[in-house]
């Protein structure tokens, strides 16, 4: 047996193990506050691996996945209020929308290259915040309030306890993560790495470039809606400012940039650590503090890239650290 396969062995018997031992927690965790940031921290990790294939993986970075979060929250939320489909086919429904318009959005941009594919994806998840925020079906700038029909597994809500968001998020990172580390060993993954090292270069080799970007990015969206719709579920509450700002966006990326970006672990060590430091020190410091957030875990990240550009997994690798991040 090679190295290679021996490792992919040791992830999936080392993520069985940590799932194990989460899904433990919440027996030994009461308190409401620290399930509630576990219940983030869980659904960050599972959406900057999302992010991940598409912008560690394949190298195609993207600061605009609001958009299909906000794709996600909005067709559960509005499909529930105004039909009274059951969440569950409103998820699948936006996922299937968002990986829809992640392609057709891709026809144009996957052209650009660098920061010009960047600023495109800025402008484009803005555009959607606009449209949303102004659209009255959607209840534009109010949001959509979504009613409280008593604790059910088919309607997917719950008052009295955070644990089955818990274990829900839970079960939504575990899939993330099994098809990232499905995907690794896939001809698509072997695609994917090479665009990101030299498009030029993989294309020569017989490698569809655009093709590839485009599985990549419907991927990506997919699993980016269902966290959305998830979120929407929740908070029972949504409106563009609280799933489709450029704060979503930011926060699916930085924790693949912080734990390692284009590796299987890093979205997950860098959650774990962004979105606990995050809630707390909103509750800490407040309304005054309104952005402090921000600007430590921005500071963490300046001193990460410094002294190890890999990210933090690459504290745990015997190999030296790089002296930068491929574009």
């Known amino acids: 047996m090679d190295s290679f396969t ?92 968002s990986a829809l318009i992640a392609l057709a959005l891709g026809y144009p941009t996957f052209r650009l290259r660098g920061h010009y594919f960047v600023i495109a994806t800025i402008v484009i998840a803005e555009i959607g915040f606009l449209l949303f925020h102004n659209w009255d079906y959607a209840g534009a700038a109010l949001g959509i309030d979504i009613p409280v029909r008593g604790d059910s597994w088919a309607k997917f809500q719950f008052t009295r306890s955070k644990l089955p968001f818990y274990y829900f998020a839970l079960v939504f990172c575990c ?58 579920q929740f908070v029972s509450y949504i409106d563009p400012e609280s799933v489709m700002t450029f704060q979503f966006s930011l926060l699916m990326a930085l924790p693949a940039v912080l734990g390692g970006i284009g590796t299987l672990w890093g979205p997950v060590l860098g959650a774990v650590i962004l979105i606990p430091m995050t809630e707390l020190t909103r509750s800490f410091i407040g309304g005054s503090g309104r952005g402090v957030d921000l600007i430590l875990y921005g500071a963490v990240i300046v001193v990460i890239s410094l002294a190890r550009p890999d990210g933090l997994l690459g504290l745990f690798s015997r190999r030296p650290a790089s002296k930068g991040v491929s574009q």
């Open 6 to 97: 021996q490792r992919r062995r040791r992830d999936l018997i080392l993520a069985a193990a940590l799932a194990v031992i989460a899904a433990c927690v919440p027996f030994f965790v009461k308190d409401v506050y620290v399930q509630n940031i576990m219940v983030l921290t869980l659904m960050y990790a599972a959406l900057s691996q999302a992010w991940n294939i598409l912008g560690g993986y394949c190298g195609q970075i993207s600061l605009g996945h609001a958009l299909y979060f906000g794709l996600g929250a909005y067709t559960t939320a509005l499909l529930f209020t105004k039909f009274g489909v059951l969440p569950w086919f409103g998820m699948l429904g936006g996922g299937v929308i």
């Open 175 to 232: 899939v993330a993560w099994f098809i990232t580390w499905w995907l690794e060993d896939s001809k698509w993954g072997f695609w994917w790495r090479a665009v990101k090292d030299n498009p030029d270069a993989a294309e020569s080799l017989g490698v569809v470039v655009f093709n590839s970007k485009m599985g990549a990015a419907a991927v990506s969206a997919f699993l980016t809606a269902i966290g959305g719709a998830f979120y929407a």
